[in-house]
């Protein structure tokens, strides 16, 4: 029987020449990820079930994002719960203050993921790593704690929808467009619990980062995962970041999709989701003037160096409109340090922009702009639900960092094209 990317890689974790969509199976894990929020829950967990180590000490991951540094004495106590936990089983990837980034960004930096793993992680965007040609997707911390403890879990084999993408993206346009357009096709729930299984000439078009935010954001469709097909530009990116040898995957020519969509690439606009979902997207030609009081640049979806650079081009020389907040946070030390070797936090700080450690922050109204009642932000990040970054009768306006950094000097929702 034809078979997807996903269910090959599946199968082959599964130890089984083939699966089927609906089919419930037992798969070995290449890597098992917790946060400060999810992993002192699996680690209870993991208590409980009298486990004495975990499988692999160095499969296991510990990422500090979401209220780190710590935000206050709860935060604090969660990660330390972590940190002990880490330190008693001699987990060798623990990263904390100083050490770390924010956990989606950071996995692939390290190399912790190659084409062709099996990932999971007690956090519901652990399926960007399919943008490594990876089946990632995100569990409950208990299924954290089984997978730390045996190294395996259990899964319904996820039948998938095919996107066909052409073309090339226009100037100041991203993944982030990209995965925003999709979405206001499909829904939220359009892909629930099937593959976002992604093709065609377009993808060679498309970066590392943006297959990265692409795959990000695969959650915010209902997917269970989103995956690109592993070509020259994935392999040189996993062979720079580790040693490791990935493992390519193809999904045979016959292979069965609920629906294929057609998606040009030079046809999209700068793309805005509007409150309280994901779905409701305009694009910038779309829009009436929307003023805004913040602007959060960063996130697991778009702190990369790629994301940041953009915004720094844009923002260079200009200054943050009167009675905006612009915030910028690099997703690891590592981007951290290269913008500020080639100058751009010295752009943003000179623009009137705050600069932060890697941290998750303000995308789950965690610290670092916790919106008022009745404020607007534009973010970089993945979510604007009813109060995901703050009081609940503020609003949160999805958007790439060129529509961000643009919406910054201007002072409401706006194109870079308008600058």
């Known amino acids: 029987m034809a078979m997807t990317m996903t269910q090959k890689i599946l199968a082959a974790h599964a130890g089984v020449d083939k699966v089927e969509a609906g089919e419930l199976i037992l798969v070995s894990l290449d890597r098992v990820l917790g946060n400060d929020i999810t992993s002192p829950v699996a680690i209870r967990e993991f208590n409980k079930m009298g486990a004495e180590d975990v499988y692999d000490k160095e499969k296991v991951t510990m990422v500090m994002d ?168 994935t392999i040189e990116y996993v062979k720079t970041h580790s040693d490791r040898e990935p493992v390519i995957y193809e999904a045979d020519e016959d292979a069965q999709y609920d629906e294929v969509y057609d998606i040009d690439l030079s046809s999209i606009r700068p793309t805005v989701a509007f409150p309280h979902l994901p779905e409701n997207t305009k694009t910038t030609d779309e829009i009436d003037t929307v003023k805004i009081d913040q602007v959060v640049i960063g996130s697991c ?81 993945n979510r604007n639900f009813v109060g995901r970054m703050g009081d609940p009768t503020s609003e949160v306006y999805l958007a790439s960092p060129a529509v961000a950094a643009a919406s910054a000097i201007l002072g409401r929702i706006a194109s870079p094209e308008e600058l």
């Open 66 to 233: 979401h209220f780190a540094p710590n935000k206050d004495i709860k935060a604090a106590i969660q990660c330390k719960m972590c940190r002990d936990f880490c330190r008693d089983k001699e987990v060798t990837h623990f990263y904390d203050v100083g050490d770390m980034g924010i956990e989606h960004a950071l996995l692939p930096e390290k190399g912790l993921v190659v084409s062709g793993d099996v990932v999971i992680g007690a956090d519901s965007h652990t399926c960007t790593y399919g943008a490594l040609g990876a089946f990632s997707t995100g569990v409950g911390s208990t299924d954290m704690a089984c997978g730390m403890a045996i190294g395996k879990a259990w899964f319904k084999v996820p039948s998938a929808i095919k996107f066909n993408l052409t073309g090339k993206l226009g100037p100041h346009i991203s993944g982030k467009d990209v995965i925003l357009h999709i979405i206001g096709k499909i829904g939220v729930d359009g892909a629930l619990y099937r593959s976002m299984e992604f093709a065609g000439d377009g993808v060679a078009e498309l970066s590392i980062t943006d297959r990265l935010t692409i795959c990000n954001m695969a959650i915010e469709a209902g997917a269970k995962n989103g995956i690109f097909p592993v070509d020259e530009k």
């Open 301 to 381: 979806t778009n702190g990369y160096y790629e994301n940041i650079k953009e915004a720094a081009d844009i923002i260079r020389g200009r200054k943050v409109a009167k009675d905006v907040r612009c915030i910028v946070i690099p997703a690891t030390q590592e981007i951290y340090l290269r913008a500020m070797s080639e100058g751009l936090l010295a752009d943003f700080i000179k623009a009137g922009c705050a600069v932060s450690t890697p941290t998750c922050g303000p995308c789950l109204g965690g610290h670092m702009g916790i919106l008022a009642p009745g404020e607007r932000a534009v973010a970089t990040t």
